[in-house]
């Protein structure tokens, strides 16, 4: 059974650094990380096939990076210079399977 847990989640101060991570079940070549902001859709933040990044939104882009740790089948969002924007659920996703996201807070 395919699951997708995200931790990490949390309050920080904006400027402040938060590391998500996402472990899966088994290893999956092609991950990304979404986010659900309020008042907004979920948006794609960040995906990677293999070992590369490939793609970040670009109100992420050079803030946050995407990275992964196969020993572990586990997928990292490193997240830099946050702004109270950067605010929401964020969820891990392969295909059609998502976990149930963590949420992060960036506030003052």
């Known amino acids: 059974q395919v699951q997708l847990v995200e931790s990490g989640g949390g309050l920080v101060q904006p400027g402040g650094s938060l590391r998500l991570s996402c472990s899966t079940s088994?290893?999956?070549?092609?991950m990304s990380w979404y986010r659900q902001t309020p008042g907004k859709q979920r948006e794609m933040v960040a995906r990677?096939?293999?070992?590369?990044?490939?793609n970040y939104a670009d109100s992420v882009r050079g803030r946050f990076t995407i990275s992964r740790d196969n020993t572990k089948n586990t997928v990292y969002l490193e997240m830099a210079s946050l702004k109270p924007e950067d605010t929401g659920v964020y969820y891990c996703?392969?295909?059609?399977?998502w976990g149930k996201g963590t949420t992060v807070t960036v506030s003052s």
């Open positions: 088994e290893y999956f070549f092609d």
């Open positions: 996703n392969h295909g059609e399977y």
């Open positions: 990677m096939m293999g070992p590369r990044p490939i």
